[in-house]
């Protein structure tokens, strides 16, 4: 099992060049999450998807936009990259609220990624 | 508002002692998950533990246990018998639910350094 996988693991980018990270999950998980994480600031959460076709705003949208296209997959977009979009990003998946599993429900425990490094020059 | 603080920024502990990493959490929920992630050097997330709020124990798992004091609304994070490869950040995480279930928020974090 590959678990969660994100897709570049490190990229440079100029200022308002504009790039795309992917994550992948095959664990059948209905949520999908982007966090970036800063020094000092924890995760933050960027946005989030409870399934496929939809998509919602977490605490630091703004410059941001995602799809989730098919059920496995949570693209993250940059359109214009600015520097202060340096940040090591983290993807994360989950099963639903209530979803079941063998042995009794399921914690809600997120599954991450193992992180993308972005830096904007 | 921030809904997860973690007031330590950073602790030193003497290996194979205990240390107690604080957390506590806002919100007007009576349904809530808490958990703790481990996240080393090489800069990997480990879920190491979960609390329900309608859990009547405490949580453990092997030298990891959680304070859940509900009134205060705390949730720290007891690490016993610390090891050289504890040293790590710890960051404590909240989901609501089962109405906001869907979000899951994290603190800053707390930087521990194990002491041979």
């Known amino acids: 099992n590959a678990g969660v996988t994100q897709t570049p693991k490190f990229r440079v980018l100029k200022t308002g060049q504009s790039m795309t990270l992917l994550c992948a999950q095959d664990?059948?998980?209905?949520?999908m999450y982007w966090y970036r994480q800063d020094p000092g600031m924890g995760l933050r959460l960027i946005h989030y998807?409870?399934?496929?076709?939809?998509?919602a705003k977490g605490e630091v949208p703004d410059g941001y936009n995602v799809s989730r296209l098919k059920k496995q997959n949570f693209l993250l977009g940059l359109e214009s990259a600015a520097p202060s979009q340096t940040s090591v990003y983290f993807c994360?998946?989950?099963?639903?609220?209530?979803?079941?599993?063998?042995?009794?429900?399921?914690?809600?425990?997120?599954?991450f990624g193992e992180g993308s490094r972005l830096t904007v020059l | 508002a921030q809904k997860i603080t973690q007031t330590q920024p950073g602790m030193f502990v003497q290996e194979k002692e205990a240390v107690t990493l604080d957390c506590t959490y806002d919100?007007?929920?009576?349904?809530?998950?808490l958990f703790w992630y481990k996240q080393p050097s090489s800069g990997e997330m480990i879920f190491l533990i979960y609390?329900?709020?309608?859990?009547?124990q405490n949580a453990t798992e092997g030298r990891y246990s959680l304070n859940f004091q509900k009134a205060r609304k705390s949730a720290n994070l007891v690490i016993s018998a610390s090891q050289l490869g504890d040293s790590a950040m710890y960051f404590c995480?909240?989901?609501?639910?089962?109405?906001?279930?869907?979000?899951?928020?994290f603190g800053p974090g707390t930087s521990l350094s194990v002491i041979p």
């Open positions: 609390q329900g709020s309608y859990d009547q």
């Open positions: 995480a909240m989901r609501e639910g089962p109405t906001s279930y869907d979000k899951v928020i």
């Open positions: 919100t007007s929920d009576p349904s809530y998950g």
């Open positions: 998807s409870v399934g496929e076709g939809t998509t």
């Open positions: 664990m059948n998980h209905e949520y």
């Open positions: 994360a998946s989950s099963y639903s609220y209530g979803q079941g599993l063998p042995g009794g429900l399921n914690t809600g425990e997120l599954f």
